[in-house]
């Protein structure tokens, strides 16, 4: 009667998981398949936010070297400019106070000055002699138009014949005299050129430093997220108790990990549930089983007397109606653990559920020699399903009877109580049997557990079962405690609010 | 009595049209619920069994259908969804016994019985007798052959539903049902014990007992000499 879907339900969601992580799995590492494996790693997230981030890194990289570059061979430039233009106003206030001879002997004096300041300085006639300065003859190449100009000089350093290159300004004087101021600037040129490899280095250092660091970050994201797959898979292969290591670290990938493991740990409590229900129906009902088989065969064999017949026949059917039962009560379990019953929940007097199955018990318990007694102060309401809270009373009454000892005195008392506790509803069924030892007080609500192995006790191990599932169910609890001696059932519920 | 039964499985059908047959009813089949809403609108049936999954139209369409077009037949659905909501939604669909799958097949003889029986007996009914047995509705009491006796509520009203239908099989899961809304089977069988009581004080001290308990299907209240009847 259990559905084949309803066995394999809890699978699903491993293998949903399984499908989701699978993305970056890599199956299949063969040369053959390297392009795809590229295609797979450009796929990856990481992978696309390492090179996302790398791309921006390069071009702020780049703007910074270029604004550094541009911003030093400008100021280079300038300071060129300004030497010239105050050297010509010099020369120029000259001239204007002595004329053309004044002009010669300061730029003759001058010529004679400082070789390492780099100053050019001609003056030549009308058809460019030189009549006083530091060149020789007029710069091969130079225009003659009066205004900014760009030449080279032939220098003779430690006997090296060197071409610099050169700024100046031409400077017609009245009567067609010349006046070259210039600069030499292969310093500067030089220092444009430091400056333009040392960021060349500079930028090439900071592409492989983004490169490896990038590569590292996306590699170590990577195999963060291939822990997870790989753990998944081996948990889709059947390792469940296979968990995604942690780092302690605490950040996203450990929440992950953890979230996923905690989702682990309840699929396996779950399958071992599961497991532990299966193999218990394949025994709890392998025996009956057996029984009703032998039952029929019996029949088959009695042959002649029909009354024996029968009688086999009809100890058959109960058997089979036994074992109806048991089925009948694992699938109301089941349904009340799936939620069942939720949105039927309406106001209802506790206290009157458990005088209600108090009374429909106390005639049996009396014949059996208990005495059911039922306390209630006063009304107690709570939210919830009629016929499932009857029934978790009625199992709890039923053990009760079962595992007491009506007939020995005071043993025999089972007391029932509903009363209103700091808030919760509280139900409570006493007994004085043997009760329950600590140990097992949580192995007593799985299915099908039942305390002595013999299970030479009738009943099929569900109550408690049922009980706790209806408890949850009303947003309740079930604990069992000691009665001294005997077992202390209680149950609490939230109170319903509002509803009187 | 003409009974159609609506079910799929043939197995089930075959073992319904037989027990139902020796029991002495005359039963016409269906194996689809088109097939059923067909048969059953022609009408000139007693009562309806219904499966819940069928192929075509499945039972609880039917039944709207069929209580749609105002035919009032009495019908009881059998299904293998027993949860409270599912028979919720089985009555509400115009059932009027819901019965959930396996079932003994005296329970369904017994609840078919009663469903044949309910359109007889008037509700408006204050009274009832079977033999020298009398119950007053209003005043609530119970005399047997002029001497009266004293119950508590649940054996009344146990009493009542024997006496509503004297003469026939009532199982405990009807007794369950019917006097103390109990819609599961508790583990123990509790309503023997409460039927030993009754019996104690309707039977004690007569010499012809009224109350007799049918082995492997529950109890009937009958008249002495009557024999437990059986649909004609």
């Excluded at chain 1, 790693?41 to 604004?67: C, I, M, N, P, Q």
């Excluded at chain 1, 444009?192 to 060349?200: Q, Y």
């Excluded at chain 1, 709890?396 to 209103?420: E, F, P, T, W």
């Excluded at chain 2, 049902?177 to 009581?197: K, L």
Aim: charged fraction near 25%; glycine fraction near 10%; hydrophobic fraction near 45%.
């Amino acid at each position: 009667m259990i559905g084949k879907g309803a066995l394999l339900a809890p699978y699903l969601p491993i293998v949903t998981i399984a499908e989701r992580l699978r993305l970056a799995v890599p199956r299949d590492r063969p040369v053959a398949q390297m392009r795809s494996a590229a295609q797979r790693v450009w796929k990856t997230h990481a992978f696309r936010l390492a090179a996302l981030y790398f791309a921006v890194f390069v071009l702020s990289v780049l703007g910074v070297l270029f604004f550094v570059y541009w911003t030093s061979a400008d100021f280079v430039e300038r300071q060129t400019e300004a030497t010239l233009d105050a050297e010509i106003n010099g020369l120029a206030e000259q001239y204007a106070q002595g004329g053309l001879s004044a002009l010669i002997q300061i730029v003759a004096a001058r010529s004679q000055g400082n070789p390492g300041d780099s100053m050019i300085y001609l003056v030549t006639t009308q058809d460019g002699r030189p009549l006083a300065g530091n060149l020789t003859n007029w710069p091969a190449g130079a225009a003659v138009t009066p205004g900014p100009l760009s030449f080279t000089i032939q220098t003779q350093a430690k006997g090296q014949a060197a071409t610099h290159p050169a700024r100046g300004m031409l400077i017609v004087i009245p009567d067609g005299y010349r006046l070259l101021v210039g600069r030499d600037i292969s310093d500067a040129a030089r220092f444009r050129d430091r400056v333009k490899m040392a960021l060349i280095w500079s930028g090439l250092l900071a592409l492989v430093a983004g490169l490896a660091g990038g590569a590292l970050m996306s590699r170590n994201m990577l195999r963060r997220v291939e822990q997870v797959n790989r753990t998944a898979e081996r948990v889709v292969a059947g390792n469940l108790s296979d968990r995604v290591p942690l780092r302690g670290t605490g950040d996203e990938f450990d929440q992950l990990a953890g979230n996923l493991n905690g989702m682990l740990d309840q699929i396996e409590r779950l399958m071992t549930g599961m497991r532990e229900v299966t193999d218990n129906v394949a025994h709890d009902l392998k025996t009956p089983l057996a029984r009703l088989r032998a039952r029929l065969e019996l029949a088959l064999l009695g042959g002649a007397d029909p009354a024996a017949q029968n009688a086999a026949i009809r100890a058959a059917i109960d058997e089979a109606d036994r074992m109806l039962a048991t089925f009948n009560a694992l699938l109301s379990i089941a349904e009340v653990e799936a939620g069942a019953g939720r949105e039927r929940a309406e106001p209802l007097a506790l206290d009157e559920i458990v005088r209600n199955a108090a009374e429909l018990y106390e005639p049996l318990a009396e014949e059996r020699g208990f005495a059911l007694h039922f306390d209630s102060e006063a009304r107690v309401m709570i939210r919830g399903d009629r016929n499932l809270l009857s029934q978790a009373v009625a199992n709890l009454i039923d053990n009760a009877l079962k595992y007491g000892d009506g007939r020995a005195g005071r043993r025999g008392d089972i007391r029932l109580s509903v009363h209103d506790g700091r808030g919760r509803a509280v139900l409570e069924v006493a007994d004085h049997g043997p009760g329950i030892p600590e140990s097992e007080r949580e192995t007593v609500f799985n299915r099908f557990a039942r305390l002595e192995p013999s299970r030479s006790t009738p009943g099929n191990g569900l109550g408690l079962s049922l009980v706790r599932a209806v408890a949850r169910l009303h947003g309740g609890a079930v604990e069992l405690l000691d009665n001294d001696p005997g077992l202390k059932v209680r149950l609490e519920f939230p109170i319903a609010v509002g509803a009187t | 009595m003409k009974l159609l039964v609506v079910e799929d499985d043939r197995e089930t059908a075959a073992y319904l049209a037989k027990g139902l047959g020796e029991s002495g009813y005359a039963v016409d089949q269906a194996s689809d619920g088109r097939e059923g809403l067909f048969l059953a609108t022609g009408g000139g049936y007693d009562a309806i069994i219904l499966d819940r999954m069928l192929p075509g139209i499945d039972g609880l369409s039917l039944l709207g259908a069929l209580r749609a077009a105002d035919i009032r037949t009495p019908a009881l659905i059998l299904s293998a969804l027993g949860s409270v909501d599912d028979r919720v939604k089985g009555l509400r669909a115009g059932g009027d016994d819901y019965l959930v799958k396996p079932f003994a097949f005296s329970e369904l003889l017994a609840r078919i019985e009663a469903l044949l029986r309910r359109g007889q007996t008037p509700t408006a009914t204050t009274r009832l007798h079977v033999s020298d047995l009398e119950m007053d509705l209003l005043t609530r009491s119970v005399k047997r052959g002029g001497r009266s006796i004293e119950l508590l509520p649940r054996e009344f009203q146990l009493l009542e539903c024997l006496m509503r239908n004297a003469g026939h099989v009532v199982t405990r899961t009807m007794l369950l049902e019917t006097v103390w809304d109990y819609h599961f089977d508790p583990q123990t069988n509790v309503i023997d014990v409460h039927v030993s009581r009754l019996r104690q004080k309707i039977d004690k001290g007569f010499d012809r007992p009224l109350l007799h308990t049918v082995r492997g299907a529950g109890y009937s209240l009958r008249a002495p000499d009557s024999v437990l009847l059986q649909p004609e």
